[in-house]
């Protein structure tokens, strides 16, 4: 989710400006370069709220609506999947 993000950054840059690019970089770069396993990742990705809006509109504005689907999939199957790992105990990583 890391790199998807920052991947995501020129979109951010386009859409609202310098400000919240350098905003959501700082917030990115700071669990890629200040962890060892990535663990933190993912409550810093929420943090670059930017990053989530650019791919919310980018969501939206599809012409056709098999990219939603997808993705809207895929994530259902991850929430399904590690929820479950949750409820019998497993570690999720």
């Known amino acids: 989710m890391g790199l998807i993000a920052l991947a995501l950054l020129p ?5 609202f400006g310098w400000g919240y690019l ?17 663990m933190g990742t993912g409550r810093y990705v929420l943090a670059a709220f930017p990053v989530l809006a650019v791919a919310g509109m980018m969501l939206a504005g599809s012409r056709r609506r098999a990219p939603t689907l997808a993705v809207l999939t895929v994530l259902a199957i991850g929430l399904v999947g590690a929820s479950s790992l949750f409820a019998v105990g497993r570690f999720i990583a």
Do not use: A, N
């Open 11 to 15: 979109r951010v840059q386009r859409t």
């Open 22 to 38: 350098c905003y959501s970089l700082v917030v990115l770069v700071i669990p890629l370069i200040g962890t060892k396993d990535f």
